[in-house]
């Protein structure tokens, strides 16, 4: 589960850092979350800030 959660962070922290969310990034954050059968809290937390941050308008959704 630590490396799920490893490449999981790389993934948010990127998204973060570029404050936009492409379409390939999202297939990745999915898969990431998709590949485990169960996800620690800090891995539920690291999605839903991605999830809130595009609802609030804090990152861009781009193609």
């Given amino acids: 589960m630590a490396t799920t959660t490893s490449s999981l962070k790389t993934i948010v922290d990127q998204i973060f850092a570029d404050r936009r969310i492409t379409r ?6 999915m898969q990431a979350l998709l590949s485990q059968p169960t996800l620690s809290s800090q891995d539920k937390r690291m999605a ?3 999830f809130d941050a595009i609802q609030q308008g804090r990152l861009r959704v781009v193609d």
Avoid at 24 to 29: E, M
């Fill in 48 to 50: 839903q800030q991605v």
């Fill in 24 to 29: 390939q990034v999202q297939q990745d954050l």
